[in-house]
């Protein structure tokens, strides 16, 4: 994968000595340990969602426009920390791997900043790499990168378009306008794609928060006023001495009970506070807010600069993930602690773990159902939720599903 840095995080500018291992592990719950899994993923044909389709597709004609050899389109990630690659076209396995040679030994410009004034054309001869290169081919003579930019906030970055050429500098000059035209055709399909989404999941939202509401005032507020009667009930049955009766009143009362608390946590499902920008988004704001309200170092590593799920999966995905990064805030007694958003073996990916006591990071809380709730949750979306948590060596939990079917758009809208 292509991903290039673009500025120090807050987790590695951390100096209080604490330190990750390594990053948290995947492996597919099967009975192979995997394998199987791994194997049909790699060779199976790639579900691409919307925007990295149309991405590909814009590729493959400029290329062809351009005499070029290979494309590679990078987005920038949420955080605007990193550059990462949601399409390419033309490379090859070699050829990737000389591509990305080039690209984090800086052998583009990859300054944002710079990018935004228009298209740039690099000669790799004078590259550095160059003089030592690795690749048997080592084909590419030149290059073209051209900032992917919003049509409604001139100058503000959303990526970057590269072609890679076999011809020197000339033959990319020559395609220079043809580059930046589609660059900017680029960032609006971006742009839009990313403002339909928003608008679609707004009014997805708007209804639920109108469900919700007829739920409170109607069931919930039915049930507390019969669990009110409930005594009343009792003391009935009570006067002419009915044991069974009084039991079974008290079985109402339990299942009343129930009903109430489920009631509950449908409310909480349909407001949940997801922002109309997605999951991603959400989860950028989440750990924004944790790391304002406790001392934890948190680190945030999303691996993912695209990621468009059906509405339901990014309700619950967020309650999941809130729901570990609370119960770290409040009982773990960590000082460390991250969330890995990633992709892997067809399934999605999100970690949480911390460094602290373990075992108890999930202590009863009045008004929670903890692990239990989070595993209902991850069940709805086909996922499952597996924790690793031993006492003084922290606790991993982690969510993992499969990539949803590429039809569940049309079956949303």
């Not at 390594?22 to 394998?35: Q, T, W, Y």
């Amino acid at each position: 994968m292509l991903r290039t840095a673009i500025k120090t995080s807050r987790a590695e500018a951390d100096s209080s000595g604490f330190s990750w291992v390594r990053d948290p592990e995947f492996i597919p719950l099967s009975n192979d340990g995997g394998v199987a899994e791994c194997l049909m993923h790699e060779s199976a044909v790639p579900r691409a969602g919307a925007l990295k389709g149309l991405l590909i597709n814009f590729l493959e004609t400029i290329i062809r426009k351009t005499n070029a050899t290979a494309g590679v389109v990078r987005l920038l990630s949420p955080d605007g920390h990193t550059l990462q690659t949601i399409s390419s076209a033309g490379l090859s396995k070699e050829l990737q791997e000389e591509a990305e040679s080039l690209i984090e030994l800086d052998c583009e410009n990859s300054d944002i900043a710079a990018l935004a004034r228009g298209a740039y054309v690099s000669d790799l001869r004078s590259c550095d790499v160059r003089q030592n290169c690795r690749y048997s081919s080592c084909r590419f003579q030149s290059l073209v990168s051209a900032a992917l930019e919003s049509p409604n906030q001139p100058g503000a970055p959303l990526g970057i378009l590269t072609l890679f050429f076999d011809g020197q500098r000339e033959v990319a000059n020559h395609a220079l306008k043809t580059v930046t035209a589609f660059a900017d055709m680029m960032g609006a399909v971006i742009e839009y794609t990313r403002i339909n989404r928003a608008d679609h999941r707004t009014e997805l939202l708007a209804e639920r928060r109108v469900i919700a509401n007829d739920i409170h005032d109607s069931l919930a507020q039915t049930l507390t006023f019969a669990r009110m009667r409930i005594s009343l009930l009792l003391e009935a049955i009570r006067t002419g001495n009915d044991s069974m009766a009084t039991k079974y009143a008290g079985d109402i009362d339990e299942a009343l009970e129930i009903s109430q608390k489920s009631a509950r946590q449908l409310i909480a499902d349909f407001r949940s506070g997801l922002n109309p920008g997605g999951v991603l988004a959400s989860l950028d704001e989440l750990v924004a807010r944790f790391r304002e309200r406790n001392s934890i170092v948190l680190e945030y590593h999303n691996r993912l600069v695209d990621l468009a799920l059906p509405i339901e999966h990014e309700i619950q995905v967020f309650s999941i993930v809130r729901e570990a990064l609370n119960n770290i805030d409040r009982h773990s007694g960590a000082t460390h602690a991250r969330l890995f958003v990633d992709a892997n073996f067809g399934h999605y990916v999100f970690t949480v773990e911390d460094n602290g006591v373990g075992a108890h990071t999930f202590a009863p809380v009045e008004g929670h159902f903890g692990m239990m709730i989070m595993r209902e949750r991850a069940q709805r979306i086909g996922g499952k939720i597996t924790v690793e948590s031993a006492i003084g060596l922290g606790t991993k939990v982690q969510l993992s599903f499969p990539e949803p079917s590429s039809d569940w758009r049309s079956a949303s809208e």
